[in-house]
T-cell receptor
């Protein structure tokens, strides 16, 4: 058990819809990361937050947005969903915002777009 | 980010040591070598990391070549639970911050 909690575990929705994925980091971790894993793209970094502020952006589409709340949990919002957004979405957390601290991953949310 | 090269797959027998290689010939002086693994239906899991010296922890050992152009993750006694995809990742915290850039990894199969 990594201590990172992601909900829901599975999400099935239709094209054009909007969903919110939630992540609770490990106790004491200030940094949250979002990654997407699809069959054709592998594991890709989307975005990082540190103590409520955006720290780094990766291959995140404009239709996607994220935020980190004062209690440090984070939400990833995906809108105008397309079939290609079907993937596993992982959240990870680490103590700090930079450096070599290990990242601890949740078990992911599997998003299926019908 | 500097690139790593790993074999697509490797096989091992239970209770035998496993040596997972990683080549990183373009590694820079500020790149740390990290290893993560991903078990089926789970998120990636941190295994070990190092800069220049060999490292040991409860999960594995990391052997780093003197010129740092290659490294080897060593599982001392493989168990069935070690069957996973193993990712070798270079992290230059100065230029790329904290993000992890995953490659294809090595799929390790452990035979009973």
């Amino acid at each position: 058990d990594s201590g990172v909690t992601q909900t829901p575990k599975h999400l099935i929705t239709a094209t054009g819809q909007r969903v919110t994925l939630r992540c609770s980091p490990r106790s004491g971790d200030l940094s949250v990361y979002w990654y997407q894993q699809s069959l054709d793209q592998g594991l890709q970094f989307l975005i990082q937050y540190y103590n409520g502020e955006e720290r780094a952006k990766g291959n995140i589409l404009e239709r996607f947005s994220a935020q980190q709340f004062p209690d440090l949990h984070s939400e990833l919002n995906l809108s105008s969903l397309e079939l290609g957004d079907s993937a596993l979405y992982f959240c990870a957390s680490s103590v700090g915002g930079q450096g070599n601290q290990p990242q601890h991953f949740g078990d992911g949310t599997r998003l299926s777009i019908l | 980010d500097a690139k790593t090269t790993q074999p697509n797959s490797m096989e091992s027998n239970e209770e035998e040591p496993v040596h997972l290689p990683c080549n990183h010939s373009t590694i820079s002086g500020t790149d740390y070598i990290h290893w993560y693994r991903q078990l089926p239906s789970q998120g990636p899991e941190y295994v070990i990391h190092g800069l220049t010296s060999n490292v040991n922890n409860r999960m594995a050992s990391l052997a780093i070549a003197e010129d740092r152009k290659s490294s080897t993750l060593i599982l001392h006694r493989a168990t069935l639970r070690d069957a996973a995809v193993y990712y070798c990742i270079l992290r230059d915290v100065i230029t790329s911050g904290s993000r992890l850039t995953f490659g294809e990894g090595t799929q390790l199969t452990v035979n009973p």
